[in-house]
């Protein structure tokens, strides 16, 4: 992935995450300021409707009182309170007096606690309600819920007692009371989107036409029942939505406020709705705006980021492109600066890296030849003083031979002769082995099969691996087949296997192993080649390609130094890897492929070609 392509998508990245961020957040702020807002308009109506119970309960006291306190009831009080008095006479009183002060149910109770009139349930006359004579003072109590049995049912009802104390010590107790049905919640100012319902439990099992309240549609108030059994098992306010439909603005979230009874039983439940279409409508349209403020902010994010990834990728790029250039060996590349930022501080640093290499290349390149001309000049003097230092001794006794006879001057001049030949050919081999280092050919690329080339390599050596009065030297081939064919030289690779496996013979005196490999390696043929001989430090490793560098008395240090051409001259990789007292590895990366024209398949060269060739790279390769 491209640095701009990064660029990029971190900026869209960014702007995403920040339209997400806020859209979470002003989602999140208004959710919570709208369950704010709807906690406190539930708190307002649960207060309204406890207002209103307060105020229905002081305006039923007030009728009760009357009752109580009326002309009537004195004198009921009066005649109940003679012996023998007949209650009977009053069984209609309470009718009479309901229907004055506009009370649902009125009861008028005696001192002993007989219940001499009832409006809702008149077959209860003569009964008696203990409940009633068990306070004392009940003029002082405030309204409380109540359940009314009633003949056809069980009502809910805001009951009120008060007494008439004309006869001292012989009470006459007056109950009203008014129904608490859905015309209580009449009374309610309910703000749009919000409706109160009410539940009188009057049972022990959930019952839907104890759900009173408007707009309650078939079947909704089943779907209340799991708040009712919650509420019977623990009566304390709770709050929770209920999902009609599938459709989230259909939802409502219901407070549900317990009403209990003087002795704290669980009467009714008083339930406060608010509508969630607002929030969800809402929240759809933040979404929404969220949305097309988001793909704008992106559209133009892509634009100013593409603008800006392109004005600051496009001098890396050509820094990249330059770096390329000097890697390849332009060392005059130049950077073309534009402006006085980082990155034009990035281009002129470049540009005065480059100048700087140039200058140091060029005194390199001169100290190199300067080097290579003093080790060359080393090398000659070393090998060829050793040819000369005979000759000179060998004229010199030429020149003292002269005052001999003829026959002994004849006998010292074959013999001088024949030295001097013998050191010329010296001479003359020696200067082969350095004109054939410089004249390494160009390789002419085939297909060539790495291991017949490795094969017959190794084939002329066969004989000195087991020659008699010689230590032995075991050959190990673990060659792959199949091994894919290579574009290569075959007679330059042939010249330089032979080399490795002449240099490791020479590293085993004493006789060894030679373990030879080929294997498939990342698109590479690899050839190994492994002996088992002293082995080398990790400073002669290091100088061991090195030209006429050599840890061996009588060698050139041309011998690895080729090696290392052929394989560069492929565009392969040579290696080596040893450990003293166990040996040496040279390890060698082919590729497939040659990059040019595409090689020409090739027969395999005859045998004496290689036998001749062989020759002559023994005699030069002598590492």
């Not at 290349?361 to 000049?377: D, F, G, I, M, N």
Request: hydrophobic share 40%; net charge negative; glycine share 6%.
């Amino acid at each position: 992935m491209s640095f701009r392509t990064k660029l990029l998508l971190v900026v869209l990245l960014t702007i995403f995450a920040s339209v997400s961020v806020v859209t979470y957040a002003v989602t999140y702020y208004t959710r919570s300021s709208f369950e704010a807002m709807d906690t406190q308009r539930t708190e307002a109506l649960v207060a309204q409707f406890k207002k209103e119970f307060v105020q229905s309960g002081a305006e039923l006291s007030h009728q009760v009182k009357n009752i109580a306190d009326a002309g009537v009831t004195d004198r009921m009080a009066i005649d109940l309170s003679h012996p023998n008095a007949d209650a009977s006479l009053y069984a209609r009183d309470a009718f009479g007096a309901a229907q004055e002060h506009g009370l649902n149910y009125v009861e008028m109770v005696n001192s002993d606690g007989i219940l001499i009139t009832s409006v809702q349930n008149p077959a209860h006359v003569g009964q008696k309600l203990d409940w009633v004579t068990s306070v004392r003072n009940w003029n002082d109590t405030d309204a409380f819920l109540k359940k009314e049995e009633l003949p056809d049912g069980v009502s809910l009802s805001m009951t009120v007692v008060r007494t008439n104390d004309t006869v001292a010590d012989r009470s006459l107790y007056i109950i009203g009371g008014q129904r608490v049905d859905q015309n209580f919640l009449a009374s309610l100012v309910l703000p749009a989107g919000m409706r109160a319902l009410i539940y009188t439990n009057l049972d022990a099992a959930f019952t839907a036409r104890s759900l009173l309240g408007e707009k309650i549609e078939p079947g909704q108030a089943e779907r209340f029942a799991p708040l009712v059994e919650q509420l019977q098992k623990q009566p304390q306010p709770l709050v929770r939505t209920i999902e009609w439909t599938r459709d989230p603005a259909e939802a409502e979230t219901f407070h549900a406020i317990p009403l209990t009874g003087r002795n704290n039983e669980l009467l009714g439940i008083f339930f406060v709705g608010s509508s969630r279409r607002e929030l969800v409508q809402l929240t759809q349209e933040i979404l929404k705006t969220s949305a097309a403020v988001a793909a704008a902010a992106l559209f133009v994010g892509l634009l100013v980021s593409f603008w800006i990834s392109a004005r600051i990728t496009k001098p890396v790029e050509e820094l990249a492109e330059g770096a390329r250039e000097v890697a390849t060996g332009r060392w005059d590349t130049r950077i073309d600066v534009r402006g006085t930022d980082e990155v034009g501080q990035l281009a002129i640093a470049f540009n005065d890296m480059t100048r700087t290499l140039a200058s140091q290349k060029e005194r390199l390149l001169q100290t190199e030849r300067v080097a290579a001309w003093r080790e060359l000049a080393r090398r000659l003097a070393h090998e060829l003083r050793n040819p000369l230092f005979p000759m000179q001794i060998t004229i010199e006794n030429l020149q003292k031979a002269r005052r001999l006879d003829a026959k002994q001057f004849l006998e010292v001049f074959n013999e001088s002769t024949a030295t001097l030949k013998a050191e010329l050919a010296n001479l003359n081999t020696i200067v082969g082995r350095f004109s054939d280092f410089s004249k390494m050919p160009a390789p002419k690329f085939v297909r060539v099969n790495v291991n017949e080339v490795l094969r017959n390599a190794v084939r002329l050596f066969e004989p000195q691996f087991t020659a008699v009065g010689k230590p032995t030297i075991t050959q190990e081939p673990f060659l792959t087949d199949p091994l894919p064919d290579i574009d290569a030289d075959p007679d330059m690779l042939h010249r330089a296997f032979q080399n490795l496996v002449l240099n490791a013979m020479d590293a085993m005196p004493a006789g060894g192993t030679l373990t030879l490999r080929t294997s498939e390696h990342e698109g590479h043929v690899r050839i190994e080649v492994t002996d088992t001989g002293k082995g080398l430090t990790h400073e002669e490793c290091k100088r061991l390609f090195t030209p006429y560098y050599t840890t061996k008395q009588m060698g050139t240090g041309l011998g690895l130094a080729i090696v290392q051409s052929v394989i560069s001259d492929h565009h392969g990789n040579i290696s080596v890897t040893s450990e003293e007292g166990r040996g040496t590895t040279f390890r060698i990366d082919l590729p497939q492929r040659q990059a040019g024209p595409k090689a020409v398949p090739r027969e395999p060269a005859s045998e004496s070609r290689k036998d001749t060739s062989s020759t002559s790279t023994m005699a030069a390769a002598s590492d």
